[in-house]
């Protein structure tokens, strides 16, 4: 059963960068969707983006210009980097593992707990 | 893009069924498949139905999935009501993009 653990600073100013980790306990990269998803306090949830394949990426169109995943094989930790953040980006913030279904399509089958994110300065 | 519709609350008694809704704006419900999440407070998503009506491992047989082409919509069935099941309740499918789309969400109170 695999893992996810999110990491992040938990605060960030505003107007600058938000970098997340999420560490993966095991599996193959290329066989799943790594995820981010996110939800502001007392809100419903965001998709944010997906990295799959080994090198494939798909983003929110609402956060695209932002918003950068990545995979790292050598530490099996995927990444969010959204840049110049406002009171609007604070949240929740959750990784979690997409399995392919017969549609093509991913559902999330495995989540991390969830790290607080606050914008503030 | 398209947006899913959820009715914001839901109230039912203990040993009753209930049914969740979600409604696809525009295009087909039936063009790419639709999953159902429950979140509990202070917990992470998980997943009750996945592609339609399939049901992971773990989850009651008390909670089933479909769709209805004639309204567009895919819905959640709880029968047997607890009240553990009480959450909030998203769907969520695709866009031809491969951008996933959530519903605004359910509040389930069973009471």
């Known amino acids: 059963h695999v893992q996810l653990q999110e990491s992040g600073p938990g605060l960030v100013r505003p107007a600058e960068t938000l970098s997340l980790t999420c560490t993966v306990s095991?599996?193959?990269?290329?066989?799943?969707?790594w995820t981010w998803i996110r939800q502001s306090p007392g809100k419903g949830l965001e998709w944010i983006a997906y990295?799959?394949?080994?090198?494939?990426?798909k983003y929110s169109p609402s956060l695209k210009n932002r918003a950068t995943i990545s995979f790292d094989t050598s530490t099996n930790q995927f990444s969010l980097t959204l840049t110049s953040v406002t009171a609007a980006d604070a949240a929740v913030y959750y990784c979690?593992?997409?399995?392919?279904?017969?549609?093509?399509?991913?559902?999330?089958?495995?989540w991390g707990q969830g790290t607080l994110v606050t914008v503030s300065s | 893009n398209f947006v899913l519709t959820q009715p914001h609350s839901v109230s039912e008694s203990p040993g009753k069924t209930v049914i969740l809704s979600c409604t696809r704006s525009?295009?087909?419900?039936?063009?790419?498949?639709v999953h159902w999440y429950l979140q509990r407070p202070g917990s992470s998503p998980t997943v009750v139905i996945y592609?339609?009506?399939?049901?992971p491992s773990g989850v009651p047989d008390r909670f089933s999935g479909s769709i209805d082409s004639s309204s567009n919509s895919a819905s959640l069935t709880i029968s047997g009501l607890q009240t553990e099941d009480e959450a909030d309740y998203y769907c969520?499918?695709?866009?031809?993009?491969?951008?996933?789309?959530f519903g605004g969400g359910t509040q389930l109170t069973v009471l």
């Open positions: 095991s599996d193959s990269i290329t066989d799943y969707f």
């Open positions: 969520q499918s695709h866009d031809s993009s491969n951008h996933a789309v």
């Open positions: 592609e339609d009506n399939r049901r």
């Open positions: 990295f799959y394949d080994g090198w494939s990426s």
């Open positions: 979690a593992r997409g399995t392919l279904t017969s549609y093509g399509y991913p559902f999330l089958d495995s």
């Open positions: 525009s295009g087909s419900i039936a063009s790419n498949s």
